[in-house]
């Protein structure tokens, strides 16, 4: 089974930068699309970060210009480096892994996140 580990969360003041890594266990990684979500405090989870197996990557409109996404298929590991951190960017961040099964379905994955808090 698909396990997936966040790490690199911590505190950060404004204007500082992070870098999280998002490990994932098994053979599947390189035919994977893999994202970042977050989820603040009373919040929905929203999308940060998308790279496909192809390596095209999606943003979020609040993270553009700030974030990166960026993989690792040797490694099985995904990274988003964030810099220029807000407050507002205070949540905690997933990962998760997105396998094409067949025509019909598809197959998620999600981490157990890892908390990035940005304060003074």
């Known amino acids: 089974q698909v396990q997936l580990v966040e790490t690199g969360g911590g505190l950060v003041q404004p204007g500082g930068s992070l870098r999280l890594s998002c490990a994932a266990s098994?053979?599947?990684?390189?035919?994977?699309?893999m994202g970042w979500y977050r989820q603040a405090p009373g919040q929905q989870r929203e999308l940060v970060a998308t790279?496909?197996?192809?390596?095209?990557?999606i943003y979020g409109d609040s993270v553009k210009g700030r974030f990166t996404i960026s993989r690792d298929n040797d490694k099985n590991t995904v990274y988003l480096q964030m810099n220029n951190l807000k407050p507002e960017d205070t949540a905690v961040y997933y990962c998760?892994?997105?396998?094409?099964?067949?025509?019909?379905?598809?197959?998620?994955?999600w981490g157990q996140g890892t908390q990035a808090t940005v304060s003074s």
């Open positions: 998760k892994m997105s396998i094409r099964r067949d025509i019909y379905a598809m197959y998620d994955k």
């Open positions: 098994g053979r599947i990684f390189s035919i994977a699309g």
């Open positions: 790279v496909t197996s192809a390596g095209s990557t």
